[in-house]
């Protein structure tokens, strides 16, 4: 059996969204337990020019839904960016569950071979679909959930290596 560009991504985008709305919602509780403001863990940065927690969630959703669009070849939904709050980047993570449940297997496979072209303002990234998957889509994709799951980390956040990996079907913790 071999695997197909829908195996190779939906499920992990879908996976790893689900872990990333389980990683707010563990958020909520440390800072009810601890008497730290959620404002205060939407700030939270590394620096250095790195983006902060609300723009790393931004970001991996965007990462998602146009990675899962471009393969599919379907525009993704807009979302602007002006999440603000943790009901917010809750909304907009599920918002872009829903895109990314709603795409078929038919409308990704078939071609592994077709190109996909990204265009910046200094120039374009020519791809196949399934180099564009590998070595861009997904890796950009984890990425952005791995900053944001480790900003929480540092702030405290009792977030262990099974709750980035199976999210809210972790075990629990002794």
């Keep these: 059996m071999s695997l197909s560009i829908y195996d190779v991504s939906i499920p992990v985008y879908l996976q790893l969204l689900r872990n990333l709305n389980h990683f707010l919602g563990k958020a909520e509780t440390f800072a009810a337990e601890e008497g730290v403001t959620l ?3 939407t700030e939270l940065n590394f620096g250095h020019g790195m983006a902060n927690f ?3 969630i931004q970001f991996a959703s965007d990462a ?4 899962a669009a471009r393969l599919a070849g379907v525009e993704p939904p807009s979302m602007p960016d002006t999440e603000t709050t943790f009901p917010e980047l809750r909304e907009r993570i599920a918002k872009t569950i829903a895109f990314v449940e709603s795409l078929k297997p038919e409308q990704l496979d078939g ?3 077709r ?3 990204l265009k910046f303002p200094s120039g374009s990234m020519t791809f196949t679909a399934k180099s564009f998957l590998l070595t861009f889509s997904l890796p950009n994709f984890i990425f952005h959930v791995t900053t944001a799951y480790d900003l929480l980390r540092s702030a405290g956040v009792p977030l262990g290596k099974m709750d980035f990996l199976a999210g809210a079907g972790a075990p629990p913790t002794a």
């Design 39 to 41: 404002a205060s863990l």
């Design 54 to 56: 609300t723009r790393q």
């Design 64 to 67: 998602a839904k146009s990675g």
């Design 111 to 113: 071609d592994d071979n």
């Design 115 to 117: 190109e996909i072209v």
